[in-house]
């Protein structure tokens, strides 16, 4: 079934009305139609049993895995509860290449929320990652040659 065949349930949310500006103008998965900014569309509880779920199967067989945010009709009154809910963990990284990147752990480790920008600060995507680290942070074997490289590089010339 696709996503914009969910029958979409619309709550009320005024605390959400004045949702800064990154998450208005969300792309393709934006605002499910027919609702305004500040309404929750439902599918933010069913969203968090999900990543619940990813969790379990993280712990249970070390399987990582992530979602899209912008590819789910989502309002900002949800990923402003969304993010309410899972809270801040005391992770925050963050890369520049090609535009910034913050991962950030939440409140419940292993789940991180995941931003990329492009190079003009606009939001080119944003996931939900459950995983022990997110895969952008983990180094590649060729890198860690290469570094392995360089500190026998540096212990030789201590000689």
Same mark, same amino acid.
């Given at each position: ?16 009305? *004045? ?7 969300? /792309?393709? %998965?934006? #605002? =499910?139609?027919? $609702?305004? !900014?500040?309404?929750? +569309? ?35 009154? *949800? ?7 899972? /809270?801040? %963990?005391? #992770? =925050?990284?963050? $890369?520049? !290449?090609?535009?910034? +990147? ?44 290469? /570094? ?12």
């Amino acid at each position: 079934m696709p996503l914009d065949a969910i029958p979409i349930v619309v709550l009320d949310a005024k605390a959400a009305h *004045d949702a800064p500006l990154s998450l208005r103008g969300r /792309g393709a %998965g934006g #605002i =499910a139609s027919g $609702l305004r !900014a500040g309404e929750l +569309s439902g599918n933010a509880p069913a969203l968090l049993r999900e990543i619940a779920e990813m969790t379990r199967r993280l712990v249970a067989d070390g399987e990582s895995s992530a979602i899209d945010l912008q590819a789910l009709p989502l309002t900002p009154a *949800d990923l402003i509860w969304l993010r309410g809910q899972l /809270g801040e %963990g005391e #992770i =925050a990284v963050t $890369l520049n !290449a090609d535009g910034e +990147s913050s991962l950030n752990e939440t409140a419940c480790p292993g789940v991180w929320w995941v931003t990329h920008r492009n190079q003009q600060g606009a939001v080119a995507s944003e996931f939900i990652e459950v995983a022990l680290v997110p895969e952008v942070v983990k180094a590649h074997p060729e890198d860690v040659v290469m /570094g392995l490289e360089h500190l026998e590089l540096l212990i030789s010339d201590l000689s």
